[in-house]
């Protein structure tokens, strides 16, 4: 996921290992997705059009 994000953003994402097999994408502070409320693993092209669409809007 961040080899993708860097590709399609040139944007530098951490990757931190969570408990219980949670899996959220947090910009600047800001929960961009979270597994536990969707129930459901993102695709990387997902992650990348929410940040997209959150740098066009700031």
Same mark, same amino acid.
């Given at each position: 996921?961040?080899?993708?994000? &860097? %590709? /399609?953003?040139?944007? %530098? +994402?951490?990757? *931190?290992? @969570?408990? *219980?097999?949670? =899996? %959220? #994408? #947090?910009? $600047? @502070? $800001?929960? #961009? =997705?979270? &597994?536990?409320?969707?129930? *459901? =693993?993102?695709?990387? /092209?997902?992650?990348?059009?929410?940040?997209? +669409? *959150?740098? +066009?809007?700031?």
């Amino acid at each position: 996921m961040a080899a993708s994000i &860097k %590709d /399609a953003l040139d944007l %530098d +994402a951490e990757v *931190r290992v @969570g408990s *219980r097999g949670q =899996f %959220d #994408v #947090v910009a $600047d @502070g $800001d929960l #961009v =997705f979270s &597994k536990q409320e969707s129930q *459901r =693993f993102p695709e990387p /092209a997902e992650i990348i059009s929410a940040l997209q +669409a *959150r740098t +066009a809007s700031v």
